[in-house]
């Protein structure tokens, strides 16, 4: 477990060589060592993923509200006002 209560598993990654050293050079001139890097990228990456399917999930319900709002003023077009 860490610090905050979450449990930690042990994972083997490959790494290009080029990225590897990348990840090295600004995880060491952030102070934060390279387990931490790796993690908080990953986090990162998963929350743009989540919140990309959030908004096509948001735009397909919009774009079913707005269809079945044109059927629903479809259906009353021939309504006089003058009789409400």
Do not use: H, W
């Not at 290009?16 to 050079?25: D, H, Q, R, S």
């Not at 390279?34 to 397909?60: G, H, P, W």
Request: hydrophobic share 35%.
């Amino acid at each position: 477990m860490n610090a905050k209560g979450a449990s930690i598993s042990k994972v083997n990654i490959c790494f290009p060589t080029e990225l590897k050293e990348e990840v090295k050079k600004i995880s060491k001139e952030m102070n934060i060592n390279f387990s931490y890097f790796v993690r908080m990228a990953t986090q990162e990456y998963l929350n743009r993923i989540n919140k990309e399917k959030l908004e096509k999930e948001l735009i397909d319900q919009c774009k079913e509200t707005a269809k079945l709002n044109l059927e629903i003023c479809d259906e009353f077009k021939y309504v006089d006002g003058e009789n409400i």
